[in-house]
């Protein structure tokens, strides 16, 4: 029969435009976010973190954001690039679980040079 | 370091066979995750340790699946027997964890099962 996989969401954005790719987390307990990219037939990789005494973190080209009263977590990227191109995971760590990580279902951004 | 290191990068076996799946965490790190990602339901944790313990394994579907750390630099993950349903991409990612304090998890490159 066929198979359904999972829709994942996409954004498609111009070569040397901002990105930014949304999250929402589930857990009110969590204090550690981190972002991850994925390259097809790769590992997640990791880009940024943040934990819950903060709001905002910048790193290379990329900032997250985190706003806890509403549980988002978003991810910008400026001056897109090709090589941005890949799956964008978000994952959120609960206090006192050993660092166990629940990942989002994750965005693909398409970068049209 | 060369990261975590996985093997094999790809398997397949038939239905009703053993298949053991191996993890070298990057050194000094004391967690160690086993991970799951289909196009069904995304990445999925099974299992994680802690100082080569089993923290929680909530996530291990059914008894076929087992894991074992005997040391730090080495985990396994078995599936005994297989069926086609556990094909997927298997990850295996490594973390510091000291005083409460979390940090990432890196990954390894997966090793990529299919069931026939």
């Known amino acids: 029969g066929e198979s359904v996989g999972l829709h994942l969401p996409t954004l498609s954005v111009q070569e040397g435009d901002n990105s930014i790719i949304n999250c929402a987390y589930s857990?009110?307990?969590?204090?550690?976010f981190i972002w991850y990219k994925q390259e097809s037939g790769k590992g997640p990789q990791f880009i940024i973190d943040?934990?819950?005494?903060?709001d905002k973190r910048q790193g290379q080209r990329v900032t997250v954001l985190l706003n806890k009263t509403v549980k988002h977590l978003s991810l910008q990227i400026a001056a897109t690039q090709p090589g941005d191109s890949a799956v964008y995971f978000c994952?959120?760590?609960?206090?006192?679980?050993?660092?166990?990580?629940?990942f989002g279902q994750g965005t693909e951004l398409s970068v049209k040079p | 370091d060369a990261g975590v290191i996985q093997s094999p990068r790809h398997e397949v076996t038939e239905m009703g066979q053993e298949v053991t799946l191996r993890c070298k965490p990057i050194s000094g790190h004391n967690s160690l995750f086993w991970y799951r990602q289909t196009m069904m339901r995304g990445l999925e944790l099974l299992i994680y340790f802690n100082n080569n313990v089993p923290i929680d394994d909530s996530g291990m579907p059914e008894d076929r699946f087992s894991a074992k750390m005997p040391n730090a630099s080495f985990s396994t993950l078995k599936i005994q027997p297989s069926e086609p349903r556990d094909s997927a991409v298997y990850f295996c990612?490594?973390?510091?964890?000291?005083?409460?304090?979390?940090?990432?998890?890196?990954f390894g490159q997966g090793t990529r099962l299919t069931v026939v």
């Open positions: 990612a490594s973390s510091f964890r000291t005083g409460g304090a979390d940090t990432e998890a890196f």
């Open positions: 994952a959120e760590s609960p206090r006192n679980q050993g660092g166990k990580l629940i």
């Open positions: 857990n009110s307990a969590s204090d550690y």
């Open positions: 943040i934990r819950s005494n903060m």
